[in-house]
């Protein structure tokens, strides 16, 4: 495998383009007949927040499935937003889709649907909504507008951005494509839709070795995470070019990290996402995409297991399993985490931080996720 350092800080830039097309009134006008979505569905009056006895009725069941990580005396806090919320998607039609990521009261308590990033897109175009509000980060909002063109998909906070989609652009992916001229480009759905257009097709990180395998060469660009790239390179007897993207929340592990965890208890099972070190997945005793890190646990019910990824994912699952017990080193997605209950109400309120791609990067783009789902493995 050959590593291919970057020069230069272009990576920002990507982020910056997609912020700017998404608060374009402009670009969102011209996708929607010239009327942007607050034009198109109304700005609705901000409901009352206040914690009353019919708030707490109506949302006590959601608090049993939260109840476990959110102490009953804030709940309180939590009750009317989520309350608003569920009331308001309803009158908008709309859909909210979170990713495994997200907080448990965002997952548990106001989602419709929940999954990985390309579950999620996957889900978008099956659903019978109007409206899609994206609780992750932007390029899986990209994504999902990619598969739904006509459909409107609101972000809650535009800048939840992502360090390995950010670690590339558009521009970055032509110069490597000048530089190794007929070599397959497979990009990780974990990209903008700028370099999504520059690529051959898409891969998640369960089905990247298949994709890798779908090509005659024996030469294939699999970027922007070089951590997958190298995991896939493990697999595989192509030659396999990369670029140095990371995740910020993946690459903290540490192989010796989880040395530690088994040497304390060796009946723990350590579960990895192919995004950490290569070191870090050889002492796995598993490793997979979220979705495969959640069908493991519910599959096998290990005794005593501890999820190599996004804390809040562990918070999410833990009590579909409850036998289960939840080791957590904590690594949490500050991008992740920009959005909440408040962000979420505020865009169904005010139909704001609309998700536009311009039609001609848009066109590009969804033929190489499509190429994906369309791979017959």
Known sequence: MLDLS????????GMALMENQTRNPASAQ???????????????ERPDLTYTPEVAEATAHLYERVKD????????VYAPYVHAINKLKK????????????????FHCVSDIVGDSLQLAREATLVDAEIIVQCGVHFMAETSKLLNPEKTILIPDVKAGCSLSESITGADVRLLKERYPGVPVVTYVNTSADVKAETDVCCTSSNAVAVVE???????????DEYLAMNVAKQTSKKILTWKGHCEVHERFTAAELLAYKEADPTIEIIG???????????????GSTSGMINYVKDTRPSRVLLVTECSMASNIESEVPDVDFVKPCNLCPHMKRITLPKILDSLVNMTEEVIVDPAIADRARLAVERMINLKN
């Open 30 to 44: 011209a996708a929607h007949g010239g009327q942007t979505a607050a034009e198109r569905f109304g700005v609705v």
């Open 273 to 287: 996402h192919p995004e950490c070190h290569p070191d870090v997945i050889a002492v796995c005793d598993y490793s």
């Open 6 to 13: 970057k020069s230069g800080s272009e990576g920002r830039g």
């Open 91 to 106: 009158e908008r039609g709309a859909v909210i889709l979170a990713h495994n990521y997200q907080t448990p009261e965002i």
């Open 214 to 224: 779908s090509f005659d060469s024996d030469t294939v660009l699999c970027i922007p």
């Open 69 to 76: 990580h959110i102490p009953a005396f804030e709940w309180p």
